[in-house]
């Protein structure tokens, strides 16, 4: 579970790159994250896992603070970022076993799961191969492999489909509807709409910072009174902001 | 022309951050007191660099001045030229011209291919011309100090010292392109580098061989001087005859007449000329190796890899990261492994001859040695951790930690691991290739003096915790403020300031441990005490550092993100 309260970010004097947001992402569901270039959805997730500074408010990971408890915090999370090169002088495997040890997970049980998500993403036969020779696509993998890897109760992912190819992104979206249903909290920004629709629990909507919309596909559409398709609702809402 | 000038400047501000300060969000205030800081440490930096060059070079011209033969320095003096170009150059020209991930940004521009050409080589140009100021300037100024050769001469220097990189860049730029028409040239990058490292290797300990020849600086008896200055002639004869060049750069040494001016000034002209055969041959054939070309792959199999998993310390984990990641660069193990390396081989290949060719003093040297390694005599100790901190300045493993990381330093504070526990993984390499080189040395210093165990485990403890304090202030001074945007691995490895300034912070260091130099030669003080003044007083520091990280916590690593 997420909370976000009260939230701003400032960049160099008065940029509030992201302000004064206030959210709760559920146990159990899928939260997409939408907004056009610069709305402050990476912001966003880079405060939730640590990378940026909060400049005001709080955010809690399943209870724990990021700003004062990081540490506990940043065991509860996993986090897939937008771009993938990572380490590519490591080969995948001893990128897994990195991740394995950074998170403390049992060699046994991790090489469990490995086999089951490498096996699923296709990628057992190129573990042994250095990262750097993989394409976008397949360090994107490894990644989100990683990620499964210590099983966080809180899955963040920064644009998960770039890059993937047809049958990946489906397993990928399978993954993280099964990875909801266990009681784990999927929060994932994109701009592919359709993805949005179809696979999130809630949206939140956000533009220029602030947030213009949080709940169900159905309840913007009660909202709008209109039965557009999300692309254009949400066009209509960004531009009205 | 205007197109030209203005891409190099981006080409230059692009491939090197020594020289431009990027713009950073922050207080105008702050960055004006950056700027002022950075512009004092730079200079304090140029001063001691070029003081040590020049003040070196007018030393030997000096006494060789006494017995008429400061003419012996020519061929020196030219290659001192020709070497910085290599060192510098070549390998700045195959990073730019032909291994930068930048052409993405240049193939979509209406640009012809001279125009790019152009600009890649003014800005190499320019880079070694920078270089050039620290090492070859001060050693013109020292030698026209103290031999005086005349006008012309200096203008015989000003034109080799704008022929010869031209000359480098361009010959090496027609030899390289010539071959990238044959073979895939990035594909040979890593045998490039193994060649360029191991001719770097073979002159450094060459021209320290050949230094060593000239002995003490200040001589009392010119007569004393005949077998150096015979060592002199011979090495520069030799050296004549491998670099045939210094028969153009000896006018600018040597008051020949007119010809000091013409030598140089044909030297130009041929500069000039090489330019425009490079400058032709890139228009006809540059424009394919601007086009990257895929390495092609390790045919995979299909078969399902069999692998284990095997759990570290996550502090064990970031080390191991760390030596995976700079040994399977060859960039990083050329710039970052090998020149801590090179100082010990440079230093011992400088004084091993002085000692072996003088008859009078080797055996003096056995008598000597042991007696230094008494108990009693604190500066000992003082001299062996200063002399070890010296030679450790060049290890800059830390100083680039984070940098290395590029754009994905981020994701270390993703891991729910401790500031400290991320210092410590990341630290621990620098500490181990110093530790390599340097407790070997004192081991078998000591062996050979003859000293007690606890005197070498006093050393070893001293230089240890220098070597602490050396790799924690250069992994802050990255951690605080590293330079995550850069577009090949020269620029992390060896292209950015914050390499400059962790060398000043070193040789500050180095200087402090001197300090205790002064109780322990006033006051007579023995070894063990001044060992324990030194414990407590480098303790103390390093103890500093450790409540620094933990009170500023993962604000430490504010500015990656």
């Given at each position: 579970?997420?909370?976000?309260?009260?939230?701003?970010?400032?960049?160099?004097?008065?940029?509030?790159?992201?302000?004064?947001?206030?959210?709760?992402?559920?146990?159990?569901?899928?939260?997409?994250?939408?907004?056009?270039?610069?709305?402050?959805?990476?912001?966003?997730?880079?405060?939730?896992?640590?990378?940026?500074?909060?400049?005001?408010?709080?955010?809690?990971?399943?209870?724990?603070?990021?700003?004062?408890?990081?540490?506990?915090?940043?065991?509860?999370?996993?986090?897939?970022?937008?771009?993938?090169?990572?380490?590519?002088?490591?080969?995948?495997?001893?990128?897994?076993?990195?991740?394995?040890?950074?998170?403390?997970?049992?060699?046994?049980?991790?090489?469990?799961?490995?086999?089951?998500?490498?096996?699923?993403?296709?990628?057992?036969?190129?573990?042994?191969?250095?990262?750097?020779?993989?394409?976008?696509?397949?360090?994107?993998?490894?990644?989100?492999?990683?990620?499964?890897?210590?099983?966080?109760?809180?899955?963040?992912?920064?644009?998960?489909?770039?890059?993937?190819?047809?049958?990946?992104?489906?397993?990928?979206?399978?993954?993280?509807?099964?990875?909801?249903?266990?009681?784990?909290?999927?929060?994932?920004?994109?701009?592919?709409?359709?993805?949005?629709?179809?696979?999130?629990?809630?949206?939140?909507?956000?533009?220029?910072?602030?947030?213009?919309?949080?709940?169900?596909?159905?309840?913007?559409?009660?909202?709008?009174?209109?039965?557009?398709?999300?692309?254009?609702?949400?066009?209509?809402?960004?531009?009205?902001? | 022309?205007?197109?030209?000038?203005?891409?190099?400047?981006?080409?230059?501000?692009?491939?090197?951050?020594?020289?431009?300060?990027?713009?950073?969000?922050?207080?105008?205030?702050?960055?004006?007191?950056?700027?002022?800081?950075?512009?004092?440490?730079?200079?304090?930096?140029?001063?001691?660099?070029?003081?040590?060059?020049?003040?070196?070079?007018?030393?030997?011209?000096?006494?060789?001045?006494?017995?008429?033969?400061?003419?012996?320095?020519?061929?020196?003096?030219?290659?001192?030229?020709?070497?910085?170009?290599?060192?510098?150059?070549?390998?700045?020209?195959?990073?730019?011209?032909?291994?930068?991930?930048?052409?993405?940004?240049?193939?979509?521009?209406?640009?012809?291919?001279?125009?790019?050409?152009?600009?890649?080589?003014?800005?190499?140009?320019?880079?070694?011309?920078?270089?050039?100021?620290?090492?070859?300037?001060?050693?013109?100024?020292?030698?026209?100090?103290?031999?005086?050769?005349?006008?012309?001469?200096?203008?015989?220097?000003?034109?080799?010292?704008?022929?010869?990189?031209?000359?480098?860049?361009?010959?090496?730029?027609?030899?390289?392109?010539?071959?990238?028409?044959?073979?895939?040239?990035?594909?040979?990058?890593?045998?490039?580098?193994?060649?360029?490292?191991?001719?770097?290797?073979?002159?450094?300990?060459?021209?320290?061989?050949?230094?060593?020849?000239?002995?003490?600086?200040?001589?009392?008896?010119?007569?004393?001087?005949?077998?150096?200055?015979?060592?002199?002639?011979?090495?520069?004869?030799?050296?004549?005859?491998?670099?045939?060049?210094?028969?153009?750069?000896?006018?600018?040494?040597?008051?020949?007449?007119?010809?000091?001016?013409?030598?140089?000034?044909?030297?130009?002209?041929?500069?000039?000329?090489?330019?425009?055969?490079?400058?032709?041959?890139?228009?006809?054939?540059?424009?394919?190796?601007?086009?990257?070309?895929?390495?092609?792959?390790?045919?995979?199999?299909?078969?399902?890899?069999?692998?284990?998993?095997?759990?570290?310390?996550?502090?064990?984990?970031?080390?191991?990261?760390?030596?995976?990641?700079?040994?399977?660069?060859?960039?990083?193990?050329?710039?970052?492994?090998?020149?801590?390396?090179?100082?010990?081989?440079?230093?011992?290949?400088?004084?091993?001859?002085?000692?072996?060719?003088?008859?009078?003093?080797?055996?003096?040297?056995?008598?000597?040695?042991?007696?230094?390694?008494?108990?009693?005599?604190?500066?000992?100790?003082?001299?062996?951790v200063?002399?070890s901190s010296?030679?450790?300045?060049?290890?800059?493993?830390?100083?680039?930690?984070?940098?290395?990381?590029?754009?994905?330093?981020?994701?270390?504070?993703?891991?729910?691991?401790?500031?400290?526990?991320?210092?410590?993984?990341?630290?621990?390499?620098?500490i181990?290739?110093?530790?390599?080189?340097?407790?070997?040395?004192?081991?078998?210093?000591?062996?050979?003096?003859?000293?007690?165990?606890?005197?070498?485990?006093m050393y070893i403890v001293g230089f240890s915790l220098v070597n602490l304090l050396m790799n924690y202030?250069?992994?802050?001074?990255?951690?605080?403020?590293?330079?995550?945007?850069?577009?090949?691995?020269?620029?992390?490895?060896?292209?950015?300031?914050?390499?400059?300034?962790?060398?000043?912070?070193?040789?500050?260091i180095?200087?402090f441990v001197?300090?205790?130099?002064?109780?322990?030669?006033?006051?007579?003080?023995?070894?063990?005490?001044?060992f324990?003044?030194f414990v407590i007083v480098f303790s103390i520091i390093i103890g500093?550092f450790?409540?620094?990280?933990?009170?500023?916590?993962?604000?430490?690593?504010?500015?990656?993100?």
């Amino acid at each position: 579970m997420i909370e976000i309260k009260n939230t701003t970010k400032v960049f160099g004097k008065n940029f509030k790159a992201v302000d004064n947001l206030n959210l709760d992402i559920k146990a159990g569901e899928i939260f997409g994250f939408l907004g056009p270039n610069g709305a402050g959805k990476t912001t966003t997730i880079k405060m939730i896992t640590g990378i940026t500074e909060i400049s005001a408010g709080e955010i809690l990971v399943d209870g724990f603070s990021i700003a004062k408890d990081p540490i506990r915090a940043k065991e509860k999370l996993g986090f897939v970022p937008d771009d993938p090169n990572v380490l590519l002088r490591l080969s995948g495997i001893e990128y897994l076993n990195f991740i394995a040890s950074v998170y403390g997970v049992n060699p046994l049980l991790a090489k469990e799961r490995i086999d089951k998500y490498a096996n699923l993403f296709s990628l057992e036969a190129d573990l042994q191969d250095k990262i750097q020779s993989f394409s976008h696509g397949m360090r994107q993998k490894l990644l989100v492999i990683g990620v499964l890897l210590h099983q966080p109760s809180n899955l963040i992912l920064d644009e998960p489909m770039t890059g993937l190819d047809p049958q990946s992104a489906f397993n990928l979206k399978k993954v993280m509807r099964e990875y909801a249903n266990e009681g784990n909290t999927v929060l994932f920004s994109t701009h592919v709409l359709e993805v949005a629709e179809k696979l999130c629990d809630r949206i939140g909507v956000i533009n220029k910072g602030k947030l213009l919309f949080v709940g169900t596909i159905e309840e913007l559409r009660a909202q709008t009174k209109s039965e557009q398709s999300l692309e254009d609702l949400f066009l209509e809402l960004t531009s009205n902001a | 022309m205007h197109k030209v000038l203005e891409l190099s400047k981006i080409v230059l501000k692009n491939s090197s951050n020594i020289l431009v300060s990027s713009k950073k969000k922050g207080r105008r205030q702050n960055k004006k007191a950056g700027r002022i800081f950075a512009i004092i440490g730079f200079t304090v930096l140029y001063v001691y660099l070029a003081g040590i060059m020049g003040f070196s070079v007018y030393s030997i011209t000096h006494s060789l001045a006494e017995v008429g033969e400061t003419n012996l320095l020519s061929p020196i003096l030219g290659l001192i030229v020709v070497i910085t170009s290599l060192f510098f150059g070549v390998f700045m020209m195959f990073s730019t011209f032909f291994t930068s991930s930048d052409n993405h940004l240049w193939l979509p521009l209406p640009l012809k291919v001279e125009e790019i050409f152009t600009a890649r080589f003014i800005s190499t140009f320019f880079y070694i011309i920078v270089i050039q100021f620290v090492f070859v300037l001060p050693s013109f100024i020292g030698f026209n100090l103290a031999a005086g050769p005349g006008i012309l001469t200096y203008f015989g220097q000003f034109f080799i010292f704008i022929a010869i990189p031209i000359i480098v860049i361009s010959l090496s730029f027609i030899v390289i392109l010539m071959l990238s028409r044959i073979i895939n040239i990035r594909k040979y990058f890593t045998i490039f580098q193994v060649v360029s490292a191991i001719l770097m290797f073979t002159t450094a300990i060459g021209i320290s061989l050949i230094s060593s020849f000239g002995g003490p600086i200040i001589i009392e008896n010119a007569d004393d001087f005949g077998p150096i200055v015979e060592a002199i002639r011979g090495a520069g004869n030799g050296l004549s005859w491998a670099f045939f060049i210094t028969f153009f750069t000896d006018g600018a040494f040597i008051n020949l007449g007119y010809k000091s001016l013409l030598l140089p000034f044909l030297l130009l002209l041929f500069a000039g000329l090489t330019f425009y055969v490079a400058y032709l041959l890139a228009g006809k054939y540059y424009h394919a190796s601007l086009f990257s070309i895929d390495i092609k792959k390790k045919k995979r199999t299909k078969e399902r890899s069999t692998f284990k998993v095997i759990k570290h310390n996550p502090v064990w984990a970031l080390f191991s990261n760390e030596v995976k990641t700079i040994l399977r660069s060859p960039t990083f193990v050329f710039n970052l492994l090998l020149p801590p390396l090179l100082v010990p081989l440079i230093t011992i290949g400088s004084a091993l001859p002085a000692i072996l060719t003088d008859t009078e003093m080797a055996p003096n040297v056995t008598v000597l040695i042991p007696s230094l390694f008494d108990p009693s005599l604190g500066f000992m100790f003082v001299a062996i951790v200063g002399a070890s901190s010296f030679i450790s300045m060049m290890n800059l493993i830390s100083a680039t930690t984070f940098t290395r990381e590029g754009s994905n330093a981020q994701l270390l504070k993703i891991y729910p691991l401790a500031t400290r526990q991320i210092i410590y993984g990341k630290m621990l390499l620098g500490i181990f290739v110093n530790t390599l080189i340097i407790v070997p040395l004192i081991i078998v210093l000591a062996i050979i003096a003859g000293a007690q165990f606890y005197l070498v485990l006093m050393y070893i403890v001293g230089f240890s915790l220098v070597n602490l304090l050396m790799n924690y202030s250069s992994i802050i001074l990255d951690a605080r403020s590293p330079l995550l945007n850069w577009t090949n691995e020269i620029e992390a490895a060896k292209n950015n300031k914050n390499i400059l300034i962790a060398m000043g912070v070193n040789f500050l260091i180095t200087g402090f441990v001197f300090v205790f130099l002064v109780p322990a030669i006033l006051l007579a003080l023995p070894t063990w005490l001044i060992f324990i003044m030194f414990v407590i007083v480098f303790s103390i520091i390093i103890g500093l550092f450790e409540l620094y990280i933990t009170k500023v916590g993962p604000r430490l690593f504010k500015k990656i993100q």
